[in-house]
């Protein structure tokens, strides 16, 4: 049973580029968060997502960040006109459906993106 | 403003010492709390999690308890080896929706 995959591992963008990172949940999982890890700093919550649905995004930065969950496919955290703040750790998690959840989440790899 | 404080930051210690790692917060409702292991460049480890109702939670040479009235948890882990070396997160859920409060964690070396 695969984790929670991410991909690309590593990311380098120039300034004003787009910055796409993509996470695949467990399997049986319908629910995924996305946090950043800035350096030096604690993770930060994003974005709580559910198959076409945004349930929480109370993290995000106003502008230039989006995030999306298809019907089919990964969840994708999207980075427009990057800038040299942007430079982090992304790390996505996921966990089952809300009757079968501890509350536990389960947390891939992490995206780490360079923006130069 | 919930908050989630570690103390130590860092922390070096001898191969085979028992310890202790603290972690407060200010959330007096919250729903779970986790401890995590990150390695450097890598992802998070869940190594325990204690819900609400429960006082502490065992896993091998692991124990982690939780005191919602004093706002406090802490991750026992005895008999302490090299390959322990690593930053330990805590994080807690104000409700059951896998939005997490995380510390800025503890860094541990166990030195052979």
């Known amino acids: 049973n695969a984790g929670v995959m991410q991909n690309p591992r590593h990311l380098v963008r120039r300034r004003g580029q787009e910055a796409r990172l993509r996470c695949s949940p467990m399997?049986?999982?319908?629910?995924v968060y996305w946090y950043r890890q800035l350096p030096e700093e604690g993770l930060k919550f994003m974005v709580y997502l559910q198959k076409e649905n945004i349930i929480d995004e109370s993290g995000m930065p106003k502008e230039r960040f989006s995030a999306e969950f298809p019907k089919e496919g990964p969840s994708i955290l999207r980075i427009q006109q990057v800038v040299r703040g942007d430079s982090a750790a992304y790390f996505c998690a996921s966990s089952p459906p809300k009757g079968l959840s501890t509350g536990e989440l389960f947390f891939g790899e992490g995206s780490r993106l360079t923006v130069l | 403003k919930q908050e989630v404080t570690q103390i130590p930051a860092a922390l070096s210690v001898p191969e085979g010492e028992n310890l202790v790692l603290n972690c407060s917060f200010t959330d007096s409702a919250i729903y779970n709390l986790q401890w995590f292991r990150q390695d450097p460049g890598k992802g998070l480890t869940s190594l325990l999690l204690i819900q609400s109702s429960q006082r502490e939670q065992t896993s091998g040479r692991l124990n982690a308890s939780l005191d919602k009235s004093s706002g406090r948890s802490t991750l026992y882990i005895a008999a302490s080896q090299p390959g322990d070396s690593a930053t330990y997160l805590c994080a807690h859920g104000s409700g059951n929706t896998g939005k997490l409060i995380f510390g800025q964690g503890t860094t541990l070396q166990v030195k052979p």
């Open positions: 399997k049986g999982h319908s629910h």
